[in-house]
């Protein structure tokens, strides 16, 4: 058994399509880890957001099971009684470790929900992630570090 913390900054969403009546959303973004899950703040009535919130997820396994476990990233339009999903995205933490320096940097993610809207994208979210053993600490990345594209919204930057 190792111990392993995954990070996850949620940066931004854009062109959220807004399930209110008047064509906005409230969102909220959660993160789920196994067994963990946490939120981001919730915006009022946009089509877009900037929370640039990090999240750590702490846990021990084998790196066998550490590379079949999951990032889950969900969108969702925060309302009074419930929450609606507007999008999802999964990560695999074996992916995101063999990255170079075991991270993904500000990635676009094309989010969909299936079971409503099919392959249609609901949203764009950009996250950083990284998955790191004992012993590893994540790169530091200034404020205009970044590899030139990720920053502008361009799908061919995105991860698919």
């Known amino acids: 058994m190792s111990s392993w913390q995954v990070r996850v900054e949620v940066k931004e969403a854009r062109e959220i399509k807004g399930k209110g009546s008047n064509g906005l959303s409230d969102p909220i973004v959660s993160?789920?880890?196994?067994?963990?899950?946490?939120?981001?703040?919730?915006?009022?009535?946009?089509?877009?957001?900037?929370?640039?919130?990090?999240?750590?997820?702490?846990?021990?396994?084998?790196?066998?099971?550490?590379?079949?476990?999951?990032?889950?990233?969900?969108?969702?339009?925060?309302?009074?009684?419930?929450?609606?999903?507007?999008?999802?995205?999964?990560?695999?933490?074996?992916?995101?470790?063999?990255?170079?320096?075991?991270?993904?940097?500000?990635?676009?993610?094309?989010?969909?929900n299936m079971e409503e809207f099919g392959t249609e994208v609901q949203a764009y979210l950009q996250i950083s992630a990284w998955v790191l053993g004992e012993n590893e600490s994540a790169p530091s990345h200034t404020e205009g570090d970044d590899d030139g594209e990720s920053n502008n919204f361009d799908e061919s930057s995105m991860v698919i």
């Open 31 to 112: 993160v789920q880890v196994r067994d963990q899950k946490q939120y981001t703040a919730r915006f009022e009535n946009t089509t877009a957001a900037r929370w640039n919130h990090l999240f750590f997820f702490n846990f021990e396994s084998s790196k066998e099971e550490m590379e079949t476990t999951s990032i889950d990233v969900s969108l969702w339009d925060s309302q009074t009684f419930s929450d609606v999903l507007i999008g999802k995205y999964s990560l695999g933490c074996g992916f995101v470790y063999e990255k170079p320096q075991h991270e993904l940097y500000k990635q676009w993610m094309a989010l969909n």
